[in-house]
């Protein structure tokens, strides 16, 4: 069956701890032929701390602490109100669906939460606390 995919693309994304992470794009659930799940790591900063903890990008985000991901909202939830150098373990996936459980420990002086939103003004940024 066909499914229609968005023209738009991204309008929503959050850098947390030096990784991006938005809604899965459709595209991704297509090419990794599997269902969508918990949130997409689109890209990450080197130096950060997923980088440093190995966390990377282009994978999945499934759960945080044990808590299962269910969308962007619900990621921001789960990560709002953490302590700086407080450890956050996660359950990711890649795309050939191995799972694995990585620990990160958040800097929130040199890498803050931020959402990013698209709106008819162009893009926002703000400090999620």
């Known amino acids: ?20 992470v938005q809604e899965e794009p459709p595209e991704v659930a297509l090419y990794w032929q599997s ?19 190995g966390t ?5 985000l499934l759960a945080i602490d ?8 619900h990621f921001l939830e789960l990560v709002r109100g953490r ?4 450890a956050v373990r996660l359950l990711l996936q890649a795309k050939s669906g191995k799972e694995w459980v ?6 929130q ?3 803050p939460t931020e959402l990013f939103e698209r709106g008819p003004a162009g893009w926002t940024r703000r400090v999620v606390e």
């Not at 069956?1 to 991006?20: C, F, Y």
């Not at 302590?83 to 407080?86: C, G, L, T, V, Y």
Request: aromatic fraction near 14%; charge should be neutral; proline fraction near 6%.
């Open 109 to 111: 002086i040199w890498w």
């Open 83 to 86: 302590e700086d150098r407080s």
């Open 35 to 53: 269902p969508r799940r918990g949130v997409y790591l689109s890209w990450y900063y080197g130096g950060s701390p997923a980088h440093r903890y």
């Open 1 to 20: 069956d066909p499914i229609e995919l968005p023209i738009g693309g991204t309008d929503r994304a959050v850098l947390w701890s030096g990784v991006l």
């Open 56 to 60: 990377s990008y282009s994978r999945r």
């Open 66 to 73: 044990g808590v299962e991901v269910r969308d962007l909202d």
């Open 102 to 107: 990585s620990t990160l420990r958040l800097d």
